[in-house]
């Protein structure tokens, strides 16, 4: 059993930053590829960027690519969004997810745990 906690959301103007962590109990987290999804109102709940357990390989939506930055810290369990010239399309509820069981990791039924998302609000 894994369980997931996000942290970091918030409200933030159209050009900032904020970063998001995700913390995860149980011993399997530093041997497993990660993501992270988000879902705005009305909306599918889509892939935003994923890393490998060595933290080398990443995966990036186009949407994001450039802008967010995904790392990790397996000796504390910890997995990062960075993310940077924060756009009002950003808005979303932002999950984390994990393990993923394929690589390119963005199908969200690949992934076996969830947390339960932390609000990321971009006003204009």
């Known amino acids: 059993q894994v369980q997931l906690v996000e942290s970091g959301g918030g409200l933030v103007q159209a050009g900032g930053s904020l970063r998001l962590s995700c913390t995860a109990s149980g011993r399997t987290f530093s041997r497993s590829d990660m993501g992270w999804f988000r879902q705005a109102p009305g909306m599918e709940r889509e892939f935003v960027a994923a890393?490998?357990?060595?933290?080398?390989?990443?995966y990036y939506a186009d949407s994001v690519k450039g802008r967010f930055t995904i790392s990790r810290e397996n000796a504390i369990n910890t997995m990062y969004l960075q993310m940077n010239s924060l756009k009002p399309e950003d808005t979303a509820v932002y999950y984390c997810?994990?393990?993923?069981?394929?690589?390119?990791?963005?199908?969200?039924?690949?992934?076996?745990?969830w947390g339960q998302g932390t609000q990321v609000t971009v006003s204009s």
């Open positions: 890393i490998g357990w060595t933290g080398t390989a990443t």
């Open positions: 997810a994990g393990p993923v069981k394929r690589w390119p990791p963005t199908n969200s039924y690949d992934y076996d745990y």
